[in-house]
């Protein structure tokens, strides 16, 4: 591994550090700055855009592609769903007031999904704007992260637990239980084989859900590693931050692990990740840069 296989862009103005990011088919990545309430998007070519998501407060939470050149943003305090696109705020919907949305997830004909962690309740956002919103049926359970592959919903239930799976979000959804009472799954990322895997940092746990719904849980080898945030791979795995520390991580489908230390100056511990459709790793750094890995697959060749 050298330097030469990551690069460090820093962000205009960024005094906060960023919370989520994503990349669009169009290769813009696009970065939620909570601190500073605004969404910055990185063009292809390197040019930055501060977006303003207007109102007397926002609070931006979580990002995720709407279309190949635009995004859907939550508004933890404004209670908002909000899409951009390089223009700025395209569409702006209020959603149950002290509901606080966080995780989103664009489907394909254009509606999103959504989770309201103040409210135990999944939110849709149909073609047309509507939005509608659907008890998780469980209370307490806080749901945080969302992920879909267009066929059916899963989110996860920390405050409970559980992870959950829906088929529409307007049923029940099934719950996915686990034997240790310490379990809380923070975050879930569907890979393109239908596999789901979640980060349990509470436990020092990434774990992996079959399409026949086997559950297993790779115990991280160190005990200081607290997986958070997870996004699965197209090779049957997935990489993952951990909490505190100037690193980001893979797992492989049988269990190994790599921790790659992030070549950045003090206080560039990862707070998000992201893969690009052609393959390429974003992280969000808490310093406010944001590191881009054109081959990241190069960093696991010996993968243990």
Known sequence: MTDSSFVVHSVDGSEAGARDLVVTDDGAVWC???AAGVVVRVAPDGRQQRIALGGESSEPHSVAAATHDSVWVTDRASDR????????????????????????????????????????????????????????????????????????LWFALPG?????????????????????????????????????????????????????????????????????????????????????????ARLDGEGRSAMIAVPVSDGGVPTSIALSRDGELWVALESGELLQIPDPESLTADIQ
Do not use: K, M, Y
């Open 32 to 34: 939620v700055f909570a």
């Open 81 to 152: 769903i909000l899409r951009l696109d390089s223009s700025g705020v395209v569409f702006s919907a209020a959603v149950t007031p002290g509901a606080a949305p966080a995780g989103i997830v664009g489907q394909h004909d254009g509606s999103a999904w959504f989770v309201e962690e103040g409210a135990d309740a999944v939110g849709h956002v149909d073609i047309l704007g509507r939005v509608s919103e659907f008890d998780t049926g469980v209370p307490g359970g806080a749901p945080a992260s969302i992920a879909s592959n267009g066929s059916s």
């Open 160 to 248: 409970a637990g559980l992870l959950a799976h829906a088929r529409g979000g307007d049923s029940l959804p099934s719950l996915v239980e686990f034997d240790d009472p310490a379990a809380a799954p923070a975050t879930v990322s569907i890979g393109d084989d239908g596999c789901v895997w979640f980060a349990d940092p509470a436990r020092h746990v990434v774990g992996r859900i079959s399409r026949g719904g086997v559950v297993i849980e790779f115990v991280l080898p160190e005990r200081e590693w607290r997986p958070v945030r997870v996004a699965s791979d197209a090779t049957d795995g997935c990489w993952f931050t951990v909490d505190g520390v100037e690193a980001i």
